[in-house]
């Protein structure tokens, strides 16, 4: 079988066995072309040696990030697994192999005043307002929908554009996601997004507009269809520069607040969990760290007895504040 073959019935396998995302077929598809290229036309999947990988993965070292490294071994082990279980490969050369160590980097959620402020901007007018007042006011009902639903209801970007109208239950405050894996969860709604999707549903029949997509587009060439992931992220940008908050703000990092504003309100962490989506509690466990680094903050600000002379405080290196990189995925 040549790499060609062996990367297409992969995909297949990813697409309809492992129910993975777009962008992780993306990911490991580019990954892995680039390492049948650095093999050379000649080389198959079965021949491939332990020391092949190495000289691939070196290959990239020096230019390439850590976790850039850490997925394309991601995406060799996951390859060669499924090759070995196929039985197309005797054994399995990327078994043994090492990845780099990552830099611990903590979620970095908004305050609970940047979420109000991104919620109320989402309602207003944008600079890059349609010419249609119709469309424009049904723009604005979908953003703050659509806002109000990532932040009260802690979506992925992905989960939340693939919603339909029928997942959502407005009597029973709750809407129910399909997650990575193909794990189907119901979440519930907070007031405020149920109240913000239902102003949305009632006007969203307008005609002219799909049936199944909870959110549409409203570009001139992209009208009625489903919103992709990318219009999601430039809108949560703009929304953001309307509402003044300085932070950058993409939707993985609404879903951090959400997170972590739970946690400082005292939801258990094996609930965070379920809301979540999380498959191992050790994913979940990363906003700990960030609720106890916001702990120290506040109290070194507003304790009197905090204030001390220039310095680490004492036990500082153990904890890393949400200031130290954010997280994209999870």
């Known amino acids: 079988m040549s790499f060609a073959e062996a990367l297409a019935a992969f995909d297949r396998h990813l697409a309809s066995e492992r129910n993975c ?12 072309s680039q390492l049948a290229q650095h093999l050379g036309p000649e080389a198959r999947p079965e021949s491939v040696q332990r020391e092949d990988l190495r000289a691939f993965l070196a290959a990239g070292y020096l230019r390439l990030r850590p976790a850039s ?23 399995d050369p990327s078994a043994g192999l090492s990845a780099p160590k990552l830099p611990l980097r903590l979620p970095r959620p908004l305050s609970v005043d940047d979420c109000e402020a991104l919620a109320e901007a989402a309602s207003g007018p944008t600079s890059e307002a349609v010419a249609d007042p119709a469309a424009n006011e049904l723009e604005q009902l979908r953003d703050r929908a659509l806002v109000e639903l990532l932040y009260g209801a802690g979506l992925r970007v992905g989960e939340a554009v693939q919603l339909d109208v029928r997942d959502v239950d407005l009597l029973a405050r709750e809407v129910r996601v399909l997650g990575k894996g193909n794990k189907e969860r119901c979440v519930p709604l907070p007031e405020a997004a149920r109240q913000a999707l239902g102003a949305w549903l009632t006007a969203r029949r307008a005609p002219g507009y799909q049936a199944e997509p909870l959110f549409v587009s409203f570009g001139r060439r992209t009208r009625g269809r489903r919103l992709g992931g990318r219009s999601v992220r430039r809108l949560l940008a703009r929304r953001a520069r309307g509402a003044g908050v300085v932070d950058h703000v993409h939707p993985h990092r609404l879903r951090h607040s959400y997170a972590t504003h739970l946690l400082d309100m ?23 760290a960030v609720s106890a680094a916001r702990l120290f903050e506040v109290y070194d600000q507003a304790h009197p007895r905090a204030r001390r002379a220039p310095g680490p405080r004492a036990g500082a290196r153990t904890r890393r504040g949400p200031g130290r990189g954010d997280i994209d995925s999870g």
């Open 21 to 32: 995302s777009p962008h992780t077929r993306r990911a490991y598809a580019s990954d892995l």
């Open 69 to 91: 490294t850490a997925r394309r071994l991601a995406a060799i082990r996951a390859f060669y697994r499924w090759l070995a279980r196929e039985q197309r490969v005797g054994r």
């Open 266 to 288: 005292g939801a258990d962490l094996r609930s965070i969990q379920e809301l979540l989506g999380h498959a191992s509690l050790a994913t979940t466990q990363r906003y700990l």
